[in-house]
């Protein structure tokens, strides 16, 4: 509760993560047409069960269901379909996440689970 705190008992990959490596130029900030869980961690909770603005085919950016296969996750972990959404592992410009970067949004995606 309060104003849509997120869970302090799960890793900030909203503070840590995706406002510093994603939300640059026209990736994942403010006005972002492919997702822009980078602006605002209210603006990630509102991708929570939200198709990839790409398609089905690209998969739930938050997927409630299955909260590790959230393409938040697996675009950064290389276990998207390159043929189905985007052939880039993300962050843009070879600078891939972390095994420990990766945790962290796991843990911090577990706190939407069904």
């Known amino acids: 509760g309060g104003g849509g705190a997120l869970d302090p008992n799960v890793c900030d990959a909203y503070g840590t993560i995706f406002a ?7 990736c ?4 972002a047409i492919n997702g822009n869980f980078a602006e605002s961690a209210e603006a990630a909770l509102d991708l929570v069960d939200q198709v990839s603005t790409r398609g089905e085919a690209c998969g739930v950016y938050i997927d409630p269901t299955d909260t590790e296969n959230s393409l ?3 675009m950064t972990n290389g276990e998207s379909d390159p043929g189905a959404c985007f052939p880039v592992i993300m962050p843009l410009g070879g600078d891939d996440l972390s095994p420990d970067e990766q945790d962290c949004i796991t843990d911090w995606l577990s706190q939407f689970a069904n």
């Open 72 to 74: 938040i996750l697996t």
């Open 20 to 26: 510093q490596k994603c939300s640059g130029g026209n």
């Open 28 to 31: 994942h900030g403010a006005g």
